[in-house]
């Protein structure tokens, strides 16, 4: 990995926000095992160009994220793709817990009593993180859950896969143009019952590698290519548009 | 091939509200009341139909295929199945389906994903279609989320490998809905020729409202 520019640890049941700009590389590390970190991605020039979840699976013909693939807007871009990942399997499915299903499932803590351990759901971190850029209810969409598995039978009901990602699992994202990114910690909507999981995830940002002609995921398939393509004009005449061209 | 009234189902509907017939690659729109039922007809067989759903009298409160998959702990849709809102409301019921299997997986074709997929370019797609429609009600392109596409089937491997494979309805296979609550339907009948979703050449459907029971 290229110089280290900065780290945090957002423990479990958190969340945040941050604009990751084109030539981020954000590696994520599910600290203590069974971590579930929701994400969503926006264009913050343009709000309403969000993650599109299933032409994301759809164009790459799969149902798993893993290293190799783009997750793409409703734009037909890529916000950024998975340069390396310890996992081999990641949710965008599943969506997330509200805030009666934690109730149900894992019990409730207050604020008042628990302080920062209070019981926050996905859902309403969502919307808190969105409400700070102008966004609400209706931006919402189907989001990502890195190191989460949810395994469908040949009858299509679901599996989630408790086992999926050990402690030191990680996964890394390299940012192919400015994103609005919205996170959080809590715990995933299939996760067993028992008390409120609360797994810690590192965040390191440093420079991205510039993407080469023989990227893995621009080459993964020729779709990749075309919605590398696409970025390509979007950044026409950009100020680092040499720097990092695709 | 167009619609034609020869092409239509005939059964007699009590009650009946609408009865419409949409064309390849047309859309449809209608607020359903509490108790009304939706009845989508493929007509001549393997034509999806994308397919979204709000509160009508909340349209924050919409579709939620996650929410959806959860509850009734299955990827696919059918007959018992509920359709989720955000809020985990019902706002349909599956009180019918003789097809068996409609995907909630692959979301709407879009002119942008097509250019990806494809690399064609194309001037007619679902999303285009939803919102258009979507603006009649005033509603834009951020109330589109993943929606239902009925008679469409998306088979995938334990590996988690998936395909929009052939369809596998009939000509005259339906699915009946049964609305939960004041409810804003939205459809698009898929213009796609460049995969099986729509039997790679799109057909005609018929979009069915009525009260049961009524005279």
Request: with cysteine.
């Amino acid at each position: 990995m290229t110089e280290l520019l900065y780290e945090t640890v957002i423990d479990g049941g958190k969340h945040w926000s941050f604009i990751a700009r084109r030539g981020t590389l954000l590696t994520l590390t599910d600290r203590a095992g069974g971590a579930n970190v929701g994400m969503l991605f926006y264009n913050p020039e343009n709000p309403l160009e969000r993650y599109n979840a299933p032409d994301t699976l759809k164009c790459q013909q799969t149902f798993r994220l893993t290293r190799g693939h783009c997750l793409y807007s409703d734009m037909g871009r890529i916000f950024c793709s998975v340069v390396a990942d310890t996992v081999g399997w990641h949710d965008t499915v599943a969506g997330n817990a509200n805030k009666a299903l934690v109730a149900e499932r894992w019990g409730i803590q207050t604020y008042q009593d628990h302080r920062n351990d209070w019981t926050q759901n996905g859902h309403d971190a969502f919307l808190v993180e969105a409400g700070k850029y102008g966004l609400g209810r209706r931006d919402l969409a189907a989001n990502v859950n890195w190191f989460s598995k949810v395994a469908p039978a040949a009858d299509g009901t679901l599996h989630f896969d408790r086992t999926n990602s050990p402690a030191g699992s990680s996964v890394a994202l390299r940012f192919e143009m400015d994103t609005l990114v919205l996170l959080h910690t809590c715990p995933h909507p299939m996760y067993p019952a028992g008390p409120y999981p609360r797994k810690p995830v590192a965040l390191q940002f440093s420079k991205a590698d510039p993407v080469a002609a023989d990227d893995y995921c621009l080459n993964l398939r020729a779709e990749n290519g075309r919605g590398f393509k696409n970025n390509e004009i979007y950044h026409l005449c950009a100020a680092d548009a040499g720097a990092h061209s695709c | 091939m167009t619609a034609t009234a020869a092409a239509t189902s005939t059964e007699k509907f009590s009650g009946l509200v609408s009865r419409e017939v949409v064309p390849p690659g047309g859309r449809w729109s209608r607020r359903l009341e509490t108790g009304q039922r939706l009845r989508i007809i493929d007509l001549e067989g393997q034509q999806a139909v994308d397919f979204l759903c709000y509160s009508a009298e909340l349209p924050l409160d919409r579709i939620n295929l996650p929410n959806t998959i959860k509850l009734n702990k299955s990827l696919y849709i059918t007959k018992g199945c509920k359709i989720y809102s955000d809020r985990a409301k019902v706002l349909f019921t599956v009180i019918e389906d003789t097809c068996g299997f409609h995907d909630t997986l692959a979301g709407c074709c879009s002119n942008e994903i097509d250019l990806v997929r494809y690399n064609v370019k194309k001037t007619k797609s679902c999303r285009a279609n939803f919102i258009a429609e979507l603006a009649t009600w005033s509603m834009g392109a951020s109330e589109i989320v993943p929606n239902i596409n009925f008679f469409m089937r998306v088979p995938f491997k334990e590996d988690g490998h998936v395909v929009i494979a052939d369809g596998i309805s009939k000509s005259g296979d339906y699915v009946e809905l049964l609305a939960g609550m004041p409810v804003l339907a939205v459809l698009s009948n898929c213009p796609q020729e460049l995969n099986p979703a729509a039997g790679s050449k799109p057909t005609p459907i018929e979009v069915i409202v009525y009260n049961p029971g009524s005279p």
